[in-house]
């Protein structure tokens, strides 16, 4: 039998694989998407983006009916039935699923099942069957890493994904690594009733946002009763019959901690090995596919995406590189990628969403910085909602007084940021984000108030 032909293959149906398939569809492409996994979505649909804001929105509404008294609103006799959790999250990643496949479908991106391998530049092996392309798309995406001498065993010890199927809320668990996965994870069950301790070897937790942001957001946190040790290191874990000793190790001190459950969550490890790489030009340095700023590799006609490239490993990001890549490789007139602009998001309680630069990364860059802040205890929505915690904070610079970056800790912060993303995309002074009518009563409101901050004229702090 002739080999197929295909004018595109994608190896990986994740936010990368899938969102390239159905542009390359729309683009009159012949494509298809190789996916290992029984079902398409990848990482963020099967295990991370989709499931876990799903789990979010139930300790939301828990949480909000544990303080509906404040409310004027007695609830009876309110219970968690956690199963019933679970399969309400297992509906909403199926019904995203099914949207995927019925977007194969309307782009006539052909779904193959199996496990690829690139055979040369032109073909790729799928479980043994040849396929002929002109071009690939490498987006094998990303797993959970173990820490050295911390070994995931999926029962005491567990993962991203292995705690995504627990059946019970464990009483209590530590958290090691406090990025946006073990922030999340602690959000939820600590909202859920169990007792959360967070670990991490930065001063702060969620480190990589603005250092005021960061400061706000472990306040609050430990606040809500989370016990946080930061600048801290878990030394080991023993797993004994009811649960873990953890020796934990902060500015010299140690200290055990036993818990249920230890979450393991220190990062991810990109899937480049057994795939056949190594008999292409692909350039793979510390685990990474080295790509140029169109998303090629070192072999013509492969392209790489997503979280197995050294850019920010986030959903959004893999689908901007897809869509780059089909659209670079079908010869439109693009450009690269700005990965300032890029959002980063955790939907914690509260939320914390940034664009652009910090102020730390602005003045190491050389601008001469100003900012601003607005407090959402001074923010009339906020108060409606009764969540006044946190903040919105402006970077700009001082010349042209262009935005450079926006931060914010508090309520919808991962839907408000999309108007600092709009400000940067369109190179906005402050001013412009200051003189512009936001609804009243709003969140968004903050925005506008924090960028009148820089200029020092906030109307109501
Ligand atoms: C718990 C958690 C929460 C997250 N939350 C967010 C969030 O809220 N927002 C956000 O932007 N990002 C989030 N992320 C990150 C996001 O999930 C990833 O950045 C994103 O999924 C990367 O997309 P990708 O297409 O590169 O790879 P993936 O989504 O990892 O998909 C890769 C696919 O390739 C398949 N594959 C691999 N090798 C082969 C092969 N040889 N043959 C065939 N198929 C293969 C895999 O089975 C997989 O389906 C989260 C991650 C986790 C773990």
């Known amino acids: 039998m002739a080999d197929q032909q295909y004018d595109l293959v994608i190896i990986g149906s994740g936010p990368g694989g899938y969102v390239a398939g159905i542009r390359a569809g729309q683009l009159g492409m012949n494509v298809a998407v190789v996916e290992k996994d029984p079902q398409v979505g990848g990482t963020c649909l099967l295990r991370g983006c989709i499931p876990t804001k799903a789990l979010l929105e139930n300790a939301d509404i828990w949480h909000k009916i544990q303080k509906s008294k404040e409310f004027g609103i007695t609830v009876g006799d309110a ?16 019904a995203n699923v099914k949207g995927i496949e019925f977007l194969f479908r309307k782009n006539k991106v052909e779904r193959i099942a199996g496990f690829a391998k690139v055979v040369d530049r032109n073909t790729v092996d799928v479980d043994g069957k040849q396929l002929k392309a002109k071009n690939i798309i490498l987006a094998m995406g990303s797993v959970p890493k173990d820490l050295p001498h911390i070994k995931a065993d999926g029962k005491r010890i567990i993962n991203s994904d292995h705690i995504l199927e627990l059946k019970d ?27 959360v301790t967070i670990v991490e070897v930065m001063p702060l937790l969620l480190p990589i946002e603005d250092e005021e942001i960061s400061k706000e957001f472990t306040r609050v946190f430990k606040k809500q009763g989370v016990d946080v040790f930061t600048d801290a290191k878990v030394l080991s874990c023993e797993v004994g019959e009811n649960g873990v000793k953890s020796v934990i190790e902060t500015k010299g001190k140690q200290q055990t901690i036993e818990t249920e459950l230890v979450l393991s969550a220190t990062g991810r490890r990109a899937v480049t090995e057994n795939c056949g790489l190594e008999k292409t030009k692909v350039k793979v340095e510390r685990g990474m596919v080295q790509v140029d700023p169109f998303m090629r590799t070192g072999e013509p006609g492969i392209y790489a995406i997503g979280d197995i490239v050294p850019t920010p490993a986030l959903a959004h990001v893999a689908s901007a590189e897809g869509i780059l890549a089909v659209e670079h490789m079908k010869g439109l007139d693009v450009r690269p990628l700005n990965y300032d602009h890029v959002p980063n998001c955790t939907y914690t309680d509260p939320e914390v969403a940034s664009v652009g630069l910090t102020e730390k990364k602005a003045k190491e860059r050389g601008y001469d910085v100003k900012t601003g802040k607005f407090a959402f205890t001074a923010n009339a929505k906020a108060k409606i909602l009764g969540e006044t915690a946190g903040f919105v904070k402006f970077v700009s610079e001082k010349k042209y007084d262009e935005v450079l970056g926006v931060h914010i800790v508090g309520p919808r912060a991962t839907e408000l940021i999309v108007e600092g993303c709009a400000a940067l995309e369109l190179e906005a002074t402050t001013e412009s984000i200051a003189r512009t009518i936001h609804a009243h009563p709003t969140l968004s409101e ?16």
């Open 79 to 94: 219970k968690l039935d956690f199963a019933a959790v679970q399969t309400r999250k297992q509906g909403v990643v199926n």
């Open 169 to 195: 809320v464990p009483k209590s668990m530590l958290v090691i690594g406090a990025g946006a996965v073990g922030c999340e994870f602690a959000s939820i069950f600590a909202r859920f009733g169990t007792k």
């Open 446 to 461: 903050a925005l506008m108030e924090a960028a009148e901050d820089v200029l020092g004229h906030s109307i109501h702090q």
